[in-house]
Structures are given as structure tokens and as C-alpha cells.
């Protein structure tokens, strides 16, 4: 879900303004899948998707099409937004399926965030790629051709209904039966970056061989938010072979302060 173009770029700026203007009105327990649900057609329609991204289609005709498809199947905010997000210019087609996936995730982390439960929602995430990550069956059932569709969503269910948020449930059934060419570890990251955003939050990865007091992860995050001007989210991730210290990751940034990474480098040295 990588959007490059400068155009699509801008387009997709102004789409994230629209959806906020919606969210007030939107029944956010249906925006989410509404917006997926349009997602799983456009990819799946390539002639509709070439037609609405067409820059040289007049923004209104195009508006009018994904009326014309759409009315009644989808809320009237999902129907409203994605109108607006066609009449927009886009570099490729596979941009406008992105910003729409884009928008969808984003209209799940206000769903969480109307309920209080945003920061839940980020730490499912995290959880769930980690549990992921050390479970390979597992990772194999959801992300291999073996298991049809049913089968993933029933074994989705089975290990998450009621015990995450329903927005938490939703992303992570959506990147286990449509990963748009990701790893489910990939889409989760992706995903959750995407949350981290609805407050404009950074996400450090903390790798830690103890556990951090409450008292160390507020201090912690206080400095790492003087230090790059945004607020930080902590995912914190025990790891015994970090040996002392923390090994902290926002973005390619790594700030290595564990033994291990000290003697790593000691080691690069001895070998050059």
C-alpha cells in the first residue's frame, strides 16, 4: 500500500480530509466494511477500475457511475466518499484502490477511537503479528492457499471474537483473506501504522530482555516524544537475546543500546 505518485499523493490528502468531514455523521460500525467492500471491488473489476481512475473521464461522469453501482448496497457516507475520492486525480489505478483501503483502516481507528479504544486497538495489532511471527502453523493456515476462505475466517473467529476490539477483528480478517499481495505480518504493520496516525503518533518498536515498569515506559516515551516532536506509542517486545539494554526502531531508525548490539559492533570492527 504504497502510494508514490505526487498527484495520487495530494489526491490522497484530500480523501483523508473528506472521510474526516463524514466521520461526524457516519455510522462508524458499518463505515469500515463499507469501504473494504468497495475496495473488493475495484480490485476485483479491473475495467471498473481503470474507468474511475481515467484521468481524462470528467470527475462527475465517474462520480455518477459509482452512484449508479454502489447506491443501496453501501451506507450513504461510504457512498458520498468514495464519489468524492473518484472525482480526484490519480497516477495509476491501483493508487485510487490503495487510497480506498487507506481510507477503510482509517475509518476502523475512528470507529475504535469513538469507543475509547484506539490504544487497544494498536496493541492488537502488534500482539497479533507477534503470535503470528512465532507461530508458523498458524501463520501458514491464514496466509497459504491450502485453507479456503471460510476456513480462515472461522479460524479467525474462533481465536479473536470477544476477546479483541471489533475494529481489531475486522482489520485482521481483512488481511487474512485479502492481502493484497502482502505478508499478514506486513499488512498488520502496515495497518498498524496506519492507527498510529489517527493521532498523529509515532510507533516505536522496544525490544527489551525484562519487562519495562509503567513508571519506565512513560519515561521512556516522554523522551522519545522530545526527541522526534510527536507523541510515541511503545510496542514493547520481550527479547532475551538483546542481552542488557533497549534496541529501539521507529521507521529504518534503530537506536541499538543492548549488549548485543555492542558486541556486534565490536565484532564488525575485528572483521574489518
Known sequence: MTITGAVSRASLAEARERLEAVLPQADLDTLGGDLFAVLHLIDREHGLRRAVSDPSRDGADKARL?????????????????????????????????????????????????????????????????????????RGALSGPGLPDERKLGLVTELLEGKVTPSALTLITELALRPRGRSLEGGLAEYGRLVAQRRQRLVALVRTPVELSEQQRTRLAAVLAAAYGHEVHLNIELDPSTIGGLSIQIGDEIIDGTIAGRLDDVRRRLAS
Do not use: H, I, N, Y
Open 66 to 138: 459509482v452512484q449508479v453501482l454502489l447506491e443501496g448496497k453501501v451506507s450513504p457516507a461510504a457512498l458520498e466518499l468514495v464519489a468524492d475520492v473518484v472525482r480526484l486525480r490519480w497516477s495509476k489505478p491501483s493508487e485510487l484502490a490503495d487510497a480506498v483501503e487507506v481510507l477503510a483502516v482509517t475509518a476502523e481507528s475512528a470507529r475504535a477511537e469513538g469507543q475509547g479504544r484506539l490504544d487497544d486497538l494498536e496493541d492488537e495489532l502488534f500482539r497479533f503479528s507477534r503470535v503470528v511471527e512465532g507461530e508458523p502453523q498458524l
